[in-house]
Nanobody, 118 residues
Framework: QVQIVESGGGTVQPGGSLRLSCKMSGSIFSTNTMGWYRQAPGKERELVAAITNMGTDVYADFAKGRFSVSRDNAERTVSLQMNSLKPEDTGVYYC????????????WGKGILVTVSS
């Protein structure tokens, strides 16, 4: 049974930063691609960033230059550093055991809320 747990969300002012972390258990983490997705109120879930086991990464256009995804295979964690946050970044952020870099797999964390507000 795969378990994925996100942490690090919260409320931040516009222009601020947050670092999300995701820890996975129950599967071979080091060989898997991991992704971060988000869902804003009233919108569909969308890819934020993803990273392969070898460190190849992809970003949504809105994330380029502001967000950075990284992983620690020894700790079985993947992180998302978010800088220069905007109110439109508000939403629930999900960690996913991905099928491919731009395609989610069936295993999701429960999500964590990020609120960007003054």
């Amino acid at each position: 049974q795969v378990q994925i747990v996100e942490s690090g969300g919260g409320t931040v002012q516009p222009g601020g930063s947050l670092r999300l972390s995701c820890k996975m258990s129950g599967s071979i983490f080091s060989t898997n691609t991991m992704g971060w997705y988000r869902q804003a109120p009233g919108k569909e879930r969308e890819l934020v960033a993803a990273i392969t086991n070898m460190g190849t990464d992809v970003y949504a256009d809105f994330a380029k230059g502001r967000f950075s995804v990284s992983r620690d295979n020894a700790e079985r964690t993947v992180s998302l550093q978010m800088n220069s946050l905007k109110p439109e970044d508000t939403g629930v952020y999900y960690c996913n055991l991905a099928k491919y870099l731009r395609e989610p797999g069936e295993w999701w964390g429960k999500g964590i809320l990020v609120t960007v507000s003054s």
